[in-house]
T-cell receptor, first 112, second 115 residues
Framework: GEDVEQSLFLSVREGDSSVINCTYTDSSSTYLYWYKQEPGAGLQLLTYIFSNMDMKQDQRLTVLLNKKDKHLSLRIADTQTGDSAIYFCAPYGGDSSYKLIFGSGTRLLVRP | EAGVAQSPRYKIIEKRQSVAFWCNPISGHATLYWYQQILGQGPKLLIQFQNNGVVDDSQLPKDRFSAERLKGVDSTLKIQPAKLEDSAVYLC?????????????FGPGTRLTVL
């Protein structure tokens, strides 16, 4: 089945850019989502990219997809303390039978 | 538009007791999901409903977990009897046909502690 890997922790200074990386195994995934989870809260949809796109920009967020290497990244420009949270990438579709498959998430800590 | 509602937000029970969680999806969303999120892990799908029918329950521990979605709107997830390893956050999500994808919107979750 689908496997999703993310680095566990990232620390950046306020105002810097953050880059969160994700690798996955199912090359037939049709959509790839990014969700944000703040402490004690559910998952908030941030953005997504369709598998035939290389890049998507949405305000401070830039998603890059390297389909050949099955690598997805989320760049947050001008990172703020309110961006501190856990970020999950979740491929959808393909061999995972149209389920979202989550990795363990990357905890982003933004230092003032 | 109101989001996905869940209750209760927190529940503490002793092992072998039973517990039930409730979810009200976004209005008009036909598909409803229950996930289990153990501390330090990503959510894992337990069951998926399309209207009031089960689409996928392959990862639901059916000896102790049950779920229903009567009338294709609200849903309840029950655990009976609970075990220590059931301590987790139970997330409900719903989806409709938006952007040509089955984008899922999550509720705030119910944090279950089994003592």
């Amino acid at each position: 089945g689908e496997d999703v890997e993310q680095s566990l922790f990232l620390s950046v200074r306020e105002g810097d850019s953050s880059v969160i990386n994700c690798t996955y195994t199912d090359s037939s995934s049709t959509y790839l989502y990014w969700y944000k989870q703040e402490p004690g809260a559910g998952l908030q949809l941030l953005t997504y990219i369709f598998s035939n796109m290389d890049m998507k920009q949405d305000q401070r967020l830039t998603v890059l997809l390297n389909k050949k290497d099955k690598h997805l990244s989320l760049r947050i420009a001008d990172t703020q303390t309110g961006d501190s949270a856990i970020y999950f990438c979740a491929p959808y579709g393909g061999d995972s039978s149209y389920k979202l498959i989550f990795g363990s998430g990357t905890r982003l800590l933004v230092r003032p | 538009e109101a989001g996905v509602a869940q209750s209760p937000r927190y529940k503490i029970i002793e092992k072998r007791q039973s517990v039930a969680f409730w979810c009200n999806p976004i209005s008009g969303h036909a598909t409803l999901y229950w996930y289990q999120q153990i501390l330090g892990q990503g959510p894992k799908l337990l069951i998926q409903f399309q209207n009031n029918g089960v689409v996928d329950d392959s990862q639901l521990p059916k000896d102790r977990f049950s779920a229903e979605r009567l009338k294709g709107v609200d849903s309840t997830l029950k655990i009976q009897p609970a075990k220590l390893e059931d301590s987790a956050v139970y997330l409900c999500a719903s989806s409709g046909e938006t952007w040509g994808s089955d984008t899922q919107y999550f509720g705030p979750g119910t944090r279950l502690t089994v003592l």
